[in-house]
């Protein structure tokens, strides 16, 4: 092989292997641009190509991208005409016989949609054909109803280089009737642009809109007007958009031929860097007026009736009518009132707005508004407005009422029946601020509120002063509001199962932000319950409350027996007075609240059951954590206790823990249990008693009691003495009651003295003469030892195994005598008996006496 040969099989093979890399990068390129787009199908069958066309039996297309476009197309004999392949763009047209669209869903729209930008749809334009004809075209679309099926044809013309002149038309068939959109562009220069669209209904025109477009300096300025004259084939056209809304619209009773739209418009757009639009810096004039006479579905907004006329000029994207006259009635779309309760969604609303005649001032709207909502909830406004339409900016408010009333209405778990309410309100807004008050006039209410177990009826609420209401904004910062002034509640009856019914008072001073609610007054009740309350409520944070009690002087009446259900129906307190104060923690997710309580009571006199209660002072401080309540007893002291006899004064110092739900199953403890009694000292050595486990055993005590206090109060006849007792006890605490099984008491050395001189027992010993002997030893019975078993059950039954050695100096020349005695009381009679007599008052008596019948 020669030496040119070799390099020319060198160079060929070189071509090769760089046609294949190229290829092969290509290729690999393609992929890339493929999973990017997220182009997941592109095949087609039937391909021929000339120099000058391209042709496809059939072409298929599926792309599903990462922010949510979902889109297949099917396309059949596609011809493609180009001048060359050389030169394929733009090609010269681009003929289809059929092809079917089917978009199941669209990219998700941006919180911040960008403007439009034009140096991009330049790029796209290039791509067009200089003409575009769909024969048969056929559309599966998302839409309101779920997927709604269109079908027509579409035609379009440019000159090849640059959009315009361009012309296009599209043509939807639906019941025999056919609908075209005719839009025709022409550009005289570089800067200035014609566009005119028509809407045809069976190719009679019904809409006609010219737009003008002029490029200068960084700004594009757009007029233009749009107009329709008559519509006499609404019914059809409201059939068709019916599938495109999601609602029912409500069909037309006949052809509104007199329905009329008329717009003009002077825009002027700032264009940003790149040909984008910044659509909100806007400014020019626009005039509206619109003829309605049935209701007619606006999509996105709901269905809509009546007449409007408006002019606005707008500056810096702010747009402020120079003339404004309306009546309106619109059915709000659904998803436009989702956020509301369904009672609160109005069904109707009827706007009124027409100027006030006569109070024309330059630079200032004055406007007369109504606005009635139907509904669940009727509600009216009025009010007149004074608009400023120059610099500075702002709308006063005057005369405003708003009306609210319903029978009934359901907020989450409240439920509000009998709502009646009147607003009273005037103010001012401008760019930056907001600023209402609502007057004294105002004032609310609600025949009855019910949540769960609470419920209120008659409740009114009024304003002693003014409310405040101020709105700040911001462009560059969050809005922030805050609600400020006095407001008065009043209730009828608060009912609750911790409650007694009965009328409540709350002169609140309210305010509240952003950020928490803090209301501070006095709560009092018809019972005289009278206490200074305090909501403290971040938004984000739990629910404080505070509350202090006012000094209750119970000399005047108990309101706390008058209030809470709980108040024991036993206990009777006549004099004496009640402090306290707490603070209660509701958490915002819903978990277990917080509370804590200190109460101090001082000189309580009453009655507890059968039992004379005076002198008693107390001080507690209560703390309810994680569903635990602690209770401290810091101290309770009481003068005097007199279940049928007296005794005291009485001393605990001590503690009770529990769960919040088995409040009485806790365990209760104490370091100081005593109580002076008949001259002497009964005390319990500190322990715990756990109140949710039987059996337990007490250690009790007994010291230095006086023998002949005990005998006084001994309801029998002649019987005295004298002496020091003391004792010991193992009390036992089971599930029936308390028990004494190994108590000991015994009689001080060197002893004392036991008179017993009864007319009965000297009346037995006539007759027994071994009776006599015990009659007259304890005539005057001096005893040097006094012992006794003491054993008690649950039933109340005393047994005393006593043991008395002494001797009577009278008789027998003061021989030594023992005395082994049994004796037995029912001490639940005992003490009926006791209470029965004059040792106690009228009202225990009483008690006594209705509980033997």
């Given at each position: 092989?020669?030496?040119?040969?070799?390099?020319?099989?060198?160079?060929?093979?070189?071509?090769?292997?760089?046609?294949?890399?190229?290829?092969?990068?290509?290729?690999?390129?393609?992929?890339?641009?493929?999973?990017?787009?997220?182009?997941?199908?592109?095949?087609?069958?039937?391909?021929?190509?000339?120099?000058?066309?391209?042709?496809?039996?059939?072409?298929?297309?599926?792309?599903?991208?990462?922010?949510?476009?979902?889109?297949?197309?099917?396309?059949?004999?596609?011809?493609?005409?180009?001048?060359?392949?050389?030169?394929?763009?733009?090609?010269?047209?681009?003929?289809?016989?059929?092809?079917?669209?089917?978009?199941?869903?669209?990219?998700?729209?941006?919180?911040?949609?960008?403007?439009?930008?034009?140096?991009?749809?330049?790029?796209?334009?290039?791509?067009?054909?200089?003409?575009?004809?769909?024969?048969?075209?056929?559309?599966?679309?998302?839409?309101?109803?779920?997927?709604?099926?269109?079908?027509?044809?579409?035609?379009?013309?440019?000159?090849?280089?640059?959009?315009?002149?361009?012309?296009?038309?599209?043509?939807?068939?639906?019941?025999?009737?056919?609908?075209?959109?005719?839009?025709?562009?022409?550009?005289?220069?570089?800067?200035?642009?014609?566009?005119?669209?028509?809407?045809?209904?069976?190719?009679?025109?019904?809409?006609?809109?010219?737009?003008?477009?002029?490029?200068?300096?960084?700004?594009?300025?757009?007029?233009?007007?749009?107009?329709?004259?008559?519509?006499?084939?609404?019914?059809?056209?409201?059939?068709?958009?019916?599938?495109?809304?999601?609602?029912?619209?409500?069909?037309?009773?006949?052809?509104?031929?007199?329905?009329?739209?008329?717009?003009?418009?002077?825009?002027?757009?700032?264009?940003?860097?790149?040909?984008?639009?910044?659509?909100?810096?806007?400014?020019?004039?626009?005039?509206?007026?619109?003829?309605?006479?049935?209701?007619?579905?606006?999509?996105?907004?709901?269905?809509?009736?009546?007449?409007?006329?408006?002019?606005?000029?707008?500056?810096?994207?702010?747009?402020?009518?120079?003339?404004?006259?309306?009546?309106?009635?619109?059915?709000?779309?659904?998803?436009?009132?989702?956020?509301?309760?369904?009672?609160?969604?109005?069904?109707?609303?009827?706007?009124?707005?027409?100027?006030?005649?006569?109070?024309?001032?330059?630079?200032?709207?004055?406007?007369?508004?109504?606005?009635?909502?139907?509904?669940?909830?009727?509600?009216?406004?009025?009010?007149?407005?004074?608009?400023?339409?120059?610099?500075?900016?702002?709308?006063?408010?005057?005369?405003?009422?708003?009306?609210?009333?319903?029978?009934?209405?359901?907020?989450?778990?409240?439920?509000?029946?009998?709502?009646?309410?009147?607003?009273?309100?005037?103010?001012?807004?401008?760019?930056?601020?907001?600023?209402?008050?609502?007057?004294?006039?105002?004032?609310?209410?609600?025949?009855?509120?019910?949540?769960?177990?609470?419920?209120?009826?008659?409740?009114?609420?009024?304003?002693?002063?003014?409310?405040?209401?101020?709105?700040?904004?911001?462009?560059?910062?969050?809005?922030?509001?805050?609600?400020?002034?006095?407001?008065?509640?009043?209730?009828?009856?608060?009912?609750?199962?911790?409650?007694?019914?009965?009328?409540?008072?709350?002169?609140?001073?309210?305010?509240?932000?952003?950020?928490?609610?803090?209301?501070?007054?006095?709560?009092?009740?018809?019972?005289?319950?009278?206490?200074?309350?305090?909501?403290?409520?971040?938004?984000?944070?739990?629910?404080?409350?505070?509350?202090?009690?006012?000094?209750?002087?119970?000399?005047?009446?108990?309101?706390?027996?008058?209030?809470?259900?709980?108040?024991?129906?036993?206990?009777?307190?006549?004099?004496?007075?009640?402090?306290?104060?707490?603070?209660?923690?509701?958490?915002?997710?819903?978990?277990?609240?917080?509370?804590?309580?200190?109460?101090?009571?001082?000189?309580?006199?009453?009655?507890?059951?059968?039992?004379?209660?005076?002198?008693?002072?107390?001080?507690?401080?209560?703390?309810?954590?994680?569903?635990?309540?602690?209770?401290?007893?810091?101290?309770?002291?009481l003068a005097q206790l007199n279940p049928g006899f007296t005794f005291g004064p009485l001393l605990l110092r001590g503690a009770y823990s529990?769960?919040?739900?088995?409040?009485?199953?806790?365990?209760?403890?104490?370091?100081?249990?005593?109580?002076?009694?008949?001259?002497?000292?009964f005390w319990l050595e500190p322990a715990t008693l756990d109140l949710a486990v039987a059996p337990q055993q007490l250690n009790a005590r007994?010291?230095?009691?006086?023998?002949?206090?005990?005998?006084?109060?001994?309801?029998?006849?002649?019987?005295?003495?004298?002496?020091?007792?003391?004792?010991?006890?193992?009390?036992?605490?089971?599930?029936?009651?308390?028990?004494?099984?190994?108590?000991?008491?015994?009689?001080?050395?060197?002893?004392?003295?036991?008179?017993?001189?009864?007319?009965?027992?000297?009346?037995?010993?006539?007759?027994?003469?071994?009776?006599?002997?015990?009659?007259?030893?304890?005539?005057?019975?001096?005893?040097?030892?006094?012992?006794?078993?003491?054993?008690?059950?649950?039933?109340?039954?005393?047994?005393?195994?006593?043991?008395?050695?002494?001797?009577?100096?009278?008789?027998?020349?003061?021989?030594?005598?023992?005395?082994?005695?049994?004796?037995?009381?029912?001490?639940?009679?005992?003490?009926?008996?006791?209470?029965?007599?004059?040792?106690?008052?009228?009202?225990?008596?009483?008690?006594?006496?209705?509980?033997?019948?």
């Open positions: 092989m020669t030496k040119p040969s070799r390099i020319l099989l060198w160079l060929i093979s070189a071509l090769l292997v760089s046609m294949l890399l190229a290829g092969g990068f290509a290729w690999y390129q393609w992929k890339v641009f493929k999973r990017e787009q997220g182009i997941e199908q592109l095949e087609w069958q039937g391909l021929r190509l000339s120099n000058q066309s391209v042709f496809i039996d059939r072409l298929d297309y599926v792309q599903r991208t990462a922010d949510g476009l979902d889109v297949a197309a099917q396309i059949d004999a596609v011809n493609l005409q180009i001048t060359s392949f050389f030169r394929p763009f733009p090609p010269r047209s681009l003929d289809v016989e059929r092809a079917r669209l089917t978009l199941h869903s669209l990219p998700e729209a941006s919180d911040e949609p960008s403007p439009p930008d034009l140096e991009r749809y330049e790029q796209w334009i290039a791509w067009l054909p200089q003409r575009l004809t769909i024969v048969d075209l056929q559309m599966e679309l998302p839409c309101a109803q779920g997927r709604c099926d269109e079908r027509g044809s579409l035609q379009l013309r440019h000159s090849g280089e640059s959009l315009l002149p361009f012309e296009a038309r599209l043509d939807l068939q639906r019941n025999e009737r056919q609908l075209s959109l005719m839009v025709d562009a022409q550009r005289s220069d570089e800067t200035h642009s014609l566009i005119e669209a028509k809407l045809l209904i069976d190719e009679q025109q019904r809409l006609e809109t010219r737009h003008q477009l002029m490029h200068a300096d960084e700004q594009m300025l757009w007029s233009g007007t749009l107009s329709m004259g008559s519509l006499p084939e609404a019914p059809w056209l409201l059939e068709w958009l019916g599938e495109w809304t999601s609602y029912q619209p409500t069909a037309l009773p006949d052809m509104p031929a007199d329905m009329r739209l008329g717009a003009g418009w002077s825009l002027t757009l700032p264009q940003r860097p790149g040909g984008m639009i910044d659509w909100r810096d806007a400014a020019g004039d626009l005039r509206l007026s619109a003829h309605l006479p049935a209701f007619w579905p606006v999509i996105g907004l709901g269905e809509l009736q009546g007449e409007i006329d408006l002019a606005a000029n707008g500056q810096n994207g702010l747009w402020l009518p120079s003339e404004l006259k309306a009546n309106l009635k619109l059915r709000p779309e659904p998803a436009l009132l989702a956020a509301l309760p369904n009672n609160l969604r109005p069904t109707l609303l009827n706007i009124d707005i027409a100027p006030v005649e006569g109070e024309t001032v330059q630079g200032h709207l004055p406007l007369q508004l109504r606005l009635e909502a139907q509904g669940g909830a009727p509600a009216t406004l009025q009010a007149r407005a004074q608009l400023a339409t120059g610099a500075p900016y702002a709308v006063d408010i005057e005369q405003a009422r708003l009306q609210v009333r319903s029978s009934k209405l359901q907020l989450d778990a409240l439920t509000l029946q009998g709502l009646d309410a009147t607003l009273h309100f005037s103010g001012r807004a401008d760019l930056e601020r907001i600023d209402l008050k609502l007057h004294k006039a105002s004032r609310a209410t609600l025949a009855r509120v019910t949540s769960a177990e609470l419920a209120a009826s008659q409740l009114r609420a009024e304003l002693p002063q003014p409310l405040s209401l101020q709105i700040d904004r911001s462009a560059a910062e969050a809005s922030t509001w805050r609600i400020r002034g006095p407001v008065e509640l009043r209730l009828g009856a608060l009912e609750h199962p911790q409650l007694i019914a009965q009328g409540w008072r709350w002169s609140s001073q309210l305010d509240v932000d952003t950020t928490r609610l803090n209301a501070t007054g006095p709560l009092s009740n018809d019972a005289g319950l009278a206490l200074v309350a305090n909501l403290n409520k971040a938004w984000n944070g739990p629910l404080q409350v505070n509350g202090k009690l006012q000094e209750v002087f119970l000399r005047a009446g108990n309101p706390l027996a008058r209030s809470f259900a709980a108040w024991p129906a036993a206990l009777e307190l006549n004099s004496g007075r009640l402090l306290g104060d707490g603070k209660l923690s509701l958490p915002a997710d819903g978990g277990a609240p917080s509370a804590s309580l200190a109460l101090e009571a001082r000189g309580l006199a009453g009655i507890y059951d059968r039992t004379e209660i005076s002198g008693l002072d107390v001080r507690l401080a209560g703390n309810l954590q994680r569903n635990r309540l602690q209770m401290d007893i810091t101290e309770l002291r529990a769960s919040l739900d088995q409040p009485a199953q806790g365990r209760l403890s104490w370091q100081t249990a005593e109580t002076h009694i008949l001259g002497g000292r007994v010291q230095g009691v006086q023998l002949g206090e005990v005998l006084a109060a001994y309801p029998t006849e002649g019987l005295s003495g004298s002496g020091l007792i003391d004792g010991s006890f193992e009390v036992h605490r089971s599930a029936t009651g308390l028990s004494v099984d190994q108590g000991q008491l015994a009689a001080r050395a060197p002893g004392g003295v036991l008179r017993f001189r009864s007319p009965k027992i000297e009346a037995l010993g006539q007759a027994n003469p071994a009776m006599r002997i015990v009659s007259e030893a304890l005539h005057d019975f001096h005893y040097d030892l006094l012992s006794s078993d003491v054993r008690y059950d649950e039933s109340g039954k005393l047994n005393l195994g006593l043991r008395l050695n002494g001797r009577n100096p009278a008789l027998e020349g003061g021989r030594p005598i023992n005395f082994s005695i049994n004796l037995e009381e029912d001490i639940p009679a005992l003490l009926t008996s006791l209470q029965l007599s004059d040792r106690v008052s009228e009202t225990i008596q009483r008690r006594v006496q209705e509980r033997l019948r």
